[in-house]
C-alpha cells in the first residue's frame, strides 16, 4: 500500500490502526481496522479503482468514517443538519 494512503488512513481512524491486505488477484485489497487488542472492529473490500484513484480513495475513506459514525450514534453535525433540511423539503402525503 502506499504510504501516503497509509498515512491518511492512520490518521482519519486513530485510536484504531489500519491494516491492508496484499493485493488479491483481482486486484482488490482489504482494508481492516484494529482496535488496542488487535481485535478486527470494521474491514471492507477496495476495489482496484478505489485504490489507485486518489480522489476515489478518499471518497471511499470518507463513506467508512460515516458509517462508523452512525454505528456509534455519532452523527457528524455537518450530516445532521443535510438530513434536517431534507426532512423539512419531503411531503408526506397521506391518499
Known amino acids: 500500500m502506499e ?3 497509509q498515512q ?3 490518521r482519519l481512524f486513530t485510536p484504531l490502526r489500519a491494516r491492508f491486505s496484499s493485493p488479491r488477484p483481482d486486484g482488490t ?3 481492516a481496522l484494529l482496535d488496542e487488542s488487535d481485535s ?3 474491514s471492507r473490500v477496495l476495489a482496484k ?3 489507485d484513484d486518489r480522489h476515489a480513495f478518499a471518497e471511499s475513506l470518507e463513506e467508512i468514517r460515516l458509517e462508523l459514525a452512525v454505528r456509534s450514534g455519532n452523527i457528524p453535525a455537518d450530516l445532521r443538519k443535510v438530513l434536517k433540511e431534507q426532512d423539512s ?3 408526506y402525503r397521506t391518499p
Do not use: K
Request: hydrophobic fraction near 55%; avoid cysteine; glycine fraction near 0%.
Open 3 to 5: 504510504l501516503t494512503n
Open 89 to 91: 423539503v419531503l411531503s
Open 40 to 42: 478486527t472492529v470494521y
Open 8 to 10: 491518511l488512513v492512520d
Open 29 to 31: 485489497v482489504i482494508l
Open 49 to 51: 479503482p478505489q485504490i
